[in-house]
């Protein structure tokens, strides 16, 4: 008995679970498995002859999501790093006001706010 296979010329067969589905329903589950989004964006061409160039066997597109993953997330570095900064700004001002004459009580390599 002959098993079925695609032929060479044939369309491949998409499937999500048990059940045979068209593409677009098969690129809609995909999407939604890997928390994908189709978008159309305009981008410089330089932008994309880059990416391209620099793609190799990865596509392009894949490049251009995770450098916009790593802008994301040196934007939230950089947040948190000017919160902690702030933070430990205010927190050495109102050290100085306790003292009226701003004088620092710490014994010498004691940082003020920080146990030995």
């Not at 679970?17 to 890997?34: N, Y």
């Not at 793609?55 to 916009?68: C, D, H, P, R, V």
């Not at 997330?73 to 003292?99: F, K, M, Q, T, Y």
């Amino acid at each position: 008995m002959k098993s079925k296979t695609s032929s060479p010329t044939s369309e491949p067969r998409l499937r999500v679970g048990l059940k045979d589905v068209s593409r677009e329903e098969f690129a809609t589950a995909v999407g939604e498995r890997l928390g994908t989004e189709q978008v159309s964006i305009r981008l410089d061409s330089s932008v994309v002859a880059f990416f391209k160039a620099k793609a190799g066997k990865q596509g392009y597109e894949t490049l251009i999501n995770q450098a916009l993953h790593r802008a994301m997330e040196g934007e939230h570095i950089e947040d948190r790093l000017r919160r902690v900064v702030r933070e430990e700004l205010a927190s050495h001002r109102d050290e100085r006001r306790s003292d009226p004459n701003g004088v620092e009580h710490t014994s010498p390599g004691q940082r003020p706010g920080y146990e030995a």
